[in-house]
């Protein structure tokens, strides 16, 4: 049996480093497939048989995705005019924008549900998986540690001009 070709060198490596395999992670997909063979029963990595879960979409299911949210901006940022023929009424751009939501994991997409919510004032719900989740957090507690603020310190100062 071989490792399910559904996983991602990525996700090899996050499940080496996960359970502490001592196994390069700089090498080839195909050298590390062949190294967690060797350990699969010791660790009990069954489950890299079979289909990964947590697939990510293929490349093009995800330019099918972009392309919509591309659509849906390029309406939106025309100031909805229906004249344009990218939409007929407001009922298709919603359709749309509900379909994409579901793949919050792609930035495009976030931004498309985010104009359309401003645009239209609707709550559309969004679909993020926690990972993605996390490093948008983390982002964005960085942008707030770097604005410049002002900090004030009390005590007395010396100051001696030569």
């Known amino acids: ?7 991602k060198k990525k996700e090899l490596v996050e499940i080496i480093q996960n359970n502490n395999i001592n196994i390069n992670i700089k090498w080839s997909r195909d050298n590390i497939c062949k190294e967690l063979l060797k350990v699969i029963d010791k660790y009990n990595l069954h489950f890299l048989y079979t289909e990964n879960e947590n697939k990510t979409l293929s490349v093009q299911e995800k330019d099918k995705i972009i392309s919509i949210a591309r659509k849906i901006k390029s309406f939106i940022n025309s100031g909805l005019d229906l004249n344009k023929n990218i939409y007929n009424n407001n009922d298709e751009l919603i359709f749309d924008t509900v379909y994409i939501s579901n793949y919050g994991e792609i930035s495009s997409v976030r931004k498309a549900v985010k104009l359309v919510e401003y645009t239209l004032n609707i709550k559309i719900p969004l679909q993020i998986p926690e990972k993605i989740k996390k490093e948008l957090y983390e982002k964005e507690q960085l942008k707030k540690k770097q604005i410049p603020c002002l ?4 005590g007395k100062y010396y100051v001696n001009f030569d």
């Open 151 to 154: 900090q004030v310190n009390n």
């Open 1 to 7: 049996m071989s490792i399910h070709n559904s996983y």
